[in-house]
């Protein structure tokens, strides 16, 4: 199966990252976005991530240039999606846009086309019938800033084509993923079902006011041999409004206690306060310079 032409769907933070990274690895790339605005946005990422290519990942000139060469931009999907082998979808993570995504998708796309979902939460058993193509249907899941957290965890649903899968398996290596085969549709992928329970653990430590974001970081940096930071940090770099949407989207699938009093905790304490995490300057830990990375700290 030959995979030359890639769609990207919606140029954001992921959608602009993976179409920037496909590009650099020698595929033709279009990115399509439903609005101008979201073409202009990603157009701004590719001119950053040239600039941090060529300043900090040894990349050289001529590589920039024909990664640029390789990258077009539409807002038509009509003409996106003519003769492209492979579409990775990174639409706002939203039931209704996706559903509204893939059923146009569906009437357009070539019959050859594979389609996968980078979608964080939803599973692809969620859209496989609107896809026209069930068995071509399935998800590459990346972590942001995908050069240096580059998995990709490749998952299908049951009716996924095996042969399909292995394929998108081999173009996650073609990209620089590590690709991580996924063998049975699982809410998180792997990362996800791993980080999450470790966070809310770490939550309920606070919520229960048994000891301090520090006591919290310190103990599992040290244990851990002084090689991660603890979960409060990691909470900081993932941002408290989405640490406190994704516990309030369990509150109100699971009628738990214990994720909404997380979720009211991270409110009241952090988002209520402008504190959003390492973007807004402050969280958990003050930023640039947070104390858990002084020499000290783990002492
Ligand atoms: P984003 O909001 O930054 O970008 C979404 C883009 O889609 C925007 O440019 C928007 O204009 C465009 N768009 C909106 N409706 C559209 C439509 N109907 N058709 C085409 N384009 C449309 O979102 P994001 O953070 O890049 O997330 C995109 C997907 O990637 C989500 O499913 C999310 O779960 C997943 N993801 C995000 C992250 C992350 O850290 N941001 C990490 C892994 C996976």
């Not at 979902?117 to 599973?123: A, E, G, M, Y």
């Not at 899968?165 to 620089?176: L, M, Q, T």
């Not at 653990?201 to 090689?227: F, H, Q, Y």
């Amino acid at each position: 199966m030959k995979i030359t032409n890639v769609m990207i769907a919606g140029g954001g933070t992921l959608g602009s990252q993976i179409a920037w990274q496909t590009a650099f690895n020698g595929f033709k790339v279009i990115v399509y976005d439903a609005f101008d605005e979201g073409l202009k946005r990603s157009k701004n990422f590719h001119n950053q991530f040239a600039s941090l290519f060529l300043k900090e990942r040894g990349a050289g000139q001529s590589e920039i240039e024909e990664t640029f060469d390789r990258l077009s931009y539409t807002t038509n999907l009509t003409n996106a999606v003519n003769d492209v082998d492979l579409i990775i979808e990174a639409v706002p993570e939203n039931f209704e846009i996706k559903k509204g995504f893939y059923t146009k998708l569906a009437s357009v796309a070539p019959v050859k086309t594979i389609f996968t979902t980078n979608s964080s939460t939803l599973l692809p058993s969620d859209f496989a019938a609107l896809t026209g193509r069930p068995d071509k249907f399935l998800a590459l899941h990346f972590a942001n800033n995908i050069w240096d957290a580059n998995v990709g965890e490749v998952m299908g649903h049951e009716g996924t084509d095996p042969k399909i899968f292995d394929r998108v398996v081999k173009f996650a290596s073609e990209i620089g993923m590590v690709p991580i085969p996924i063998y049975k549709e699982q809410n998180g992928y792997i990362l996800n079902s791993l980080l999450v329970p470790f966070l809310d653990a770490a939550g309920d430590l606070l919520v229960n006011d048994v000891a301090t974001p520090e006591s919290i970081d310190k103990c599992w940096s040290i244990s851990m041999g002084r090689t991660t930071i603890g979960p409060c940090a990691i909470m900081d770099i993932i941002g408290m409004r989405t640490i406190y949407q994704i516990s309030m989207l369990w509150a109100e699938k699971t009628n738990s206690e214990a994720h909404l009093k997380r979720a009211q905790y991270i409110k009241e304490n952090f988002i209520d306060k402008g504190k959003f995490g390492v973007e807004s300057g402050e969280g958990f830990y003050k930023y640039p310079n947070p104390i858990y990375q002084e020499p000290d700290f783990l002492k």
